[in-house]
């Protein structure tokens, strides 16, 4: 198909990490359609992730969780009048939205009873269980494929900073006490997506007291909203000396910085591990309820940590039982996968 869209709209995906796996797609559709006028749609939570980025003439905030929510972001798509809309999410509300706003020609997954919503769009793979999991990067890259558009070559999530962000970020690490010859640790012991993503406190606890009595290193601790009572407890049980950024309430727009500083990353799975794989900084993924194969790319700088048990992925907020698919994983493991990858790979700072 020859597609000419003059007004291009964009459903970003929900979470944090889709939004960062999605980036390739938005790099695809920004060099195939460089005179378009391209509007991002994200919640307003993850604005941060690609506001620097060049691929969107315009972003709109959005939370349609409320039926509120939902009509304002169906009279903004409106006053847009885009000619052509990809719709990322797989939800039959997310793909409801475009249609009744009249959004042009709109394509996306076609699943989940939502094939009459749109003009057209791949169809997952699937086997008598149900959907087959593929990595999210090259799932989302897909739609771009059904169009014929052309296609990176390496499909890499990508993440912009501004001069601004940068000398915001550099603030933050001047309180913290980081100079260019520090090594730095990142340690994101928080989920969003619920508890039953989360390592234990008492593990990344002794976590930093292994990297920092053998690197000498500094502890970066990233804690987002709701978050702190998770930092306090880490702090409160190790003896490694750590910097914590929960009460600076750090937003993803400064994280990006903040974690582009870090020599390492050690990480539930969650938004923060994909801006490492952005970033190219080396990370180690610690991985229980949720399924692996989903993030299966773009792995050459991740180490991930996962124990095979018979409940495990079971994508369930909280854990049921003992939580034995993070607890099973041991700080130690973490260390020896850590300190393998800082041998591997070790970064400059500029």
Same mark, same amino acid.
């Given at each position: 198909?020859?597609?000419?869209?003059?007004?291009?709209?964009?459903?970003?995906?929900?979470?944090?990490?889709?939004?960062?796996?999605?980036?390739?797609?938005?790099?695809?559709?920004?060099?195939?359609?460089?005179?378009?006028?391209?509007?991002?749609?994200?919640?307003?939570?993850?604005?941060?992730?690609?506001?620097?980025?060049?691929?969107?003439?315009?972003?709109?905030?959005?939370?349609?969780?409320?039926?509120?929510?939902?009509?304002?972001?169906?009279? $903004?798509?409106?006053?847009?009048?885009? =000619? !052509?809309? *990809?719709?990322?999410?797989?939800?039959? @509300?997310?793909?409801? #939205?475009?249609?009744?706003?009249?959004?042009?020609?709109?394509?996306?997954?076609?699943?989940?009873?939502?094939?009459?919503?749109?003009?057209?769009?791949?169809?997952?793979?699937?086997?008598?269980?149900?959907?087959?999991?593929?990595?999210?990067?090259?799932?989302?890259?897909?739609?771009?494929?059904?169009?014929?558009?052309?296609?990176?070559?390496?499909?890499?999530?990508?993440?912009?900073?501004?001069?601004?962000?940068?000398?915001?970020?550099?603030?933050?690490?001047? $309180?913290?006490?980081?100079?260019?010859? =520090? !090594?730095? *640790?990142?340690?994101?012991?928080?989920? @969003?997506?619920?508890? #039953?993503?989360?390592?234990?406190?008492?593990?990344?606890?002794?976590?930093?007291?292994?990297?920092?009595?053998?690197?000498?290193?500094?502890?970066?601790?990233?804690?987002?909203?709701?978050?702190?009572?998770?930092?306090?407890?880490?702090?409160?049980?190790?003896?490694?000396?750590?910097?914590?950024?929960?009460?600076?309430?750090?937003?993803?727009?400064?994280?990006?910085?903040?974690?582009?500083?870090?020599?390492?990353?050690?990480?539930?799975?969650?938004?923060?591990?994909?801006?490492?794989?952005?970033?190219?900084?080396?990370?180690?993924?610690?991985?229980?309820?949720?399924?692996?194969?989903?993030?299966?790319?773009?792995?050459?700088?991740?180490?991930?940590?996962?124990?095979?048990?018979?409940?495990?992925?079971?994508?369930?907020?909280?854990?049921?039982?003992?939580?034995?698919?993070?607890?099973?994983?041991?700080?130690?493991?973490?260390?020896?996968?850590?300190?393998?990858?800082?041998?591997?790979?070790?970064?400059?700072?500029?």
């Amino acid at each position: 198909m020859k597609l000419k869209p003059k007004k291009i709209f964009v459903r970003c995906p929900n979470w944090v990490g889709d939004v960062v796996m999605a980036t390739p797609v938005f790099e695809c559709l920004r060099r195939n359609f460089p005179y378009a006028t391209i509007t991002g749609a994200v919640r307003s939570y993850a604005r941060g992730v690609v506001e620097d980025g060049p691929w969107f003439d315009r972003i709109i905030e959005f939370d349609d969780m409320t039926l509120h929510g939902f009509y304002k972001l169906f009279y $903004k798509i409106r006053a847009i009048q885009p =000619d !052509m809309t *990809i719709v990322l999410p797989n939800s039959i @509300k997310s793909a409801l #939205s475009v249609r009744l706003a009249c959004a042009g020609k709109i394509y996306g997954y076609r699943r989940d009873f939502r094939s009459l919503l749109l003009n057209g769009g791949p169809v997952p793979l699937q086997d008598v269980n149900g959907f087959l999991p593929v990595p999210m990067a090259l799932y989302y890259m897909e739609i771009c494929k059904y169009l014929n558009l052309k296609i990176p070559e390496k499909i890499k999530p990508i993440l912009y900073t501004s001069l601004k962000l940068k000398q915001k970020g550099n603030q933050f690490l001047k $309180k913290y006490g980081i100079y260019p010859e =520090d !090594m730095v *640790i990142g340690i994101n012991p928080g989920a @969003k997506f619920g508890s #039953s993503k989360c390592w234990p406190a008492k593990y990344f606890a002794n976590l930093a007291e292994l990297f920092n009595n053998n690197y000498k290193s500094k502890i970066l601790l990233f804690a987002g909203p709701g978050e702190n009572k998770i930092a306090e407890h880490i702090i409160k049980q190790s003896k490694a000396p750590i910097i914590n950024t929960g009460p600076d309430n750090i937003n993803l727009s400064i994280l990006k910085e903040l974690v582009k500083r870090c020599q390492l990353l050690v990480t539930n799975d969650t938004g923060p591990r994909h801006y490492a794989v952005a970033f190219d900084v080396p990370v180690v993924v610690i991985i229980g309820p949720t399924d692996h194969r989903y993030t299966a790319h773009n792995l050459e700088k991740t180490c991930v940590l996962r124990s095979n048990i018979s409940c495990s992925p079971c994508h369930k907020k909280t854990c049921p039982n003992k939580h034995e698919c993070m607890r099973n994983i041991t700080p130690e493991s973490a260390f020896e996968a850590g300190s393998n990858l800082l041998a591997s790979f070790k970064k400059k700072q500029i």
